[in-house]
DNA sequence: CAGCTACACAAAAACGTTTTTGTTCCGTAC
DNA sequence: GTACGGAACAAAAACGTTTTTGTGTAGCTG
């Protein structure tokens, strides 16, 4: 049962059927060169009438550009997993990057893991790139370099200071917010769980906690969990963390992590949010569903998407000088660091 | 400041430094051909030193195979809406197929709809599609069939009895295993709330569901609303189903409907559970952070996305006869529908 | 009326592959 | 000694565009 390939029409087949050269067809339809303006009506009606469309490999071969980018998320890579419970983000990133890039008339390519052999197939052959949380010293963006393909990315490459064609939260400022927010509702002493990815965010939201303890006197109580290690890897920071005290809250910056440590917590006793408060930098499925909900960072996923599709377009066009784009974040109140107005007991 | 855009090495580059023709380089390298074994190891030791990778381009116009293939969502484009809040099955499928292309060197490209012009601009040369959800006689399939582009499609088009390439879930035995459900937790009477768009979902429900009513000596109580409607549609259509009478149950298929079906009653004094049990066919963001949280019928995503990429290479390489593939479903239980256990007055 | 310009279109080159068809060399059989 | 065949490679065609260069005609100038 072999399939017949039908091919669509060619621009030949158009020319002969307009009773003109290729040359024409091409200049009518893209409005280029010296075509009077009645062949040129003809020659788009005909080639309308046909459902002519330029096939893009030719199109692109010829021109060295194939009108599509890619998209390659870092932190899913090194979490080694693609069907994602609990890093939703991602996902709701690529469908809000493919409405953008639709509106310039480009294709979404979503592309894995651009280091592990063999290559996806034209994944060099594409426009540009979005990268999301680079590493430090990210060798994808490093292969991106040598080949000289534009890239923006999504929160910085750490181990590149000059590079600025980067969109990101103000992670400093968020966190600001959630330590205050924390405050607020009471904390005394915050415990901080970050995750051993060397990328921005775990650099940046550590580095203003650690500010924040010296402004506000307190002692730092920094963990770490590698982020694959999940709600697991939360769990046994959780009582590494009680271990330590009971602290007043606990701020978690994924939330799988902030899941495990609300777990931890709540099997050895207490409650949530009546003896200590949880919550997270990155929301997730699981931080929604867990009893009761726990309070995180929103990201505005439309926003970034645009403003990420936005910078790489520039920097194709090699238009404009390139500036970071930093993004407000919204911190979503939840039942886990809401004062108590019911009583538990 | 124009971007120097420096090409990777050429074919022609490999075939000069290892002194020998471009066609013993394709050869070489594709494994075709009669080249002795010492020159076939040279050329291959030459173009991995240079760092070469065939133009996907080139190799596409020649070979007409692009090695990408099309995902497309169409409820999402009757939604208008790609940041989506409360439709992530969509974003899910998305990462999970791009896991699984990965795994055959394909790449996957998210095309939004292929019926509005300007058309995505490769989207025609695509090797094969997955069409998510299509509608009754869906034009993006009446493109795809006219255009010979082989496909697949998440749930059947209604309109096409005798194509067998589809994937989904087994949806009237999974409104069987609901019904029973809350029968089993004491509703006698049940309303059912589906959607518009005219799909295989849609109707395999109500049928289903019209079924088990006649089974159960029950009369039916449908009510419709659109999918676009949302949160807000599902209070108006939980405002009507009041409007009959109270039921014992609700079953709406959207989650967001459910979660506006939810509040209608809970604004109105009734409590879910304890007065009316409310579950959704396809769980949401929505479904999920409601009070009390909604039940919901589960979909495993990873091997939806497995079964549609498998069939639809099938389909592509024209192997085996196509046949539909029926995955089962999961009622996730949650406290919308569980008898209750603690007094909640 | 020669020469120039503008116009409207056509021919051909180029993009980088894969594949089909040639070519050369060499050993062997008749 | 000529014919044959196979091994190892090279030349060239083809894929479908875009763009550069070419060509012929008409209108205008001096």
Redesign the pocket.
Same mark, same amino acid.
């Given at each position: 049962m072999a399939r017949e390939l039908q091919?669509g029409a %060619? &621009?030949?087949d158009v020319a002969r059927k307009a009773g003109? #050269? &290729? =040359? %024409?067809v #091409?200049?009518s339809? /893209?409005g280029?060169? /010296? &075509?009077?303006d009645a =062949?040129r009506e003809r020659v788009r009606s005909v080639a309308a009438e046909m459902g002519?469309v330029?096939?893009a490999m030719? @199109?692109g071969? @010829? /021109? #060295?550009r194939m009108n599509a980018i890619g998209l390659v998320f870092r932190s899913l890579d090194s979490l080694g997993n693609y069907g994602p419970n609990g890093v939703d983000v991602f996902m709701k990133l690529a469908g809000a990057a493919a409405a953008e890039t639709l509106n310039r008339n480009l294709g979404l390519m979503l592309v894995p893991d651009l280091t592990r052999a063999p290559l996806p197939p034209f994944s060099l052959s594409l426009d540009g790139y979005i990268v999301f949380a680079p590493h430090l010293d990210d060798p994808v963006i490093a292969l991106l370099e040598k080949r000289g393909i534009p890239y923006v990315s999504w929160d910085r490459d750490p181990g590149r200071p000059g590079f600025r064609n980067w969109v990101a939260h103000d992670d400093a400022a968020s966190t600001l917010i959630v330590l205050d927010h924390l405050a607020a509702a009471g904390a005394v002493s915050i415990a901080y769980v970050g995750g051993t990815d060397r990328n921005a965010w775990n650099f940046d939201c550590e580095a203003a906690y650690v500010a924040w303890c010296l402004e506000a006197g307190a002692e730092p109580r920094i963990h770490h969990v590698p982020e694959r290690d999940g709600v697991e890897g939360g769990q046994e920071v959780g009582a590494r963390i009680l271990a330590d005290g009971l602290p007043g809250a606990v701020f978690c910056l994924t939330g799988r992590h902030a899941t495990g440590v609300a777990q931890a917590m709540q099997e050895r006793g207490f409650s949530i949010p009546g003896d200590v408060l949880v919550c997270t930098g990155s929301d997730s499925e699981h931080s929604r569903q867990h009893q009761p909900p726990i309070s995180a960072l929103d990201v505005d996923i439309p926003a970034a998407a645009a403003a990420l599709v936005q910078q790489l377009v520039d920097v194709m066009d090699g238009a404009k000088e390139p500036a970071p784009v930093l993004l407000p974040a919204r911190f979503l109140e939840r039942e886990s660091t809401r004062p108590q107005t019911t009583p538990s007991r």
């Open positions: 091919h %060619t &621009i030949w003109v #050269s &290729i =040359t %024409t #091409s200049h339809l /893209n280029k060169g /010296n &075509i009077s =062949t002519y330029a096939d030719a @199109r071969l @010829r /021109n #060295s």
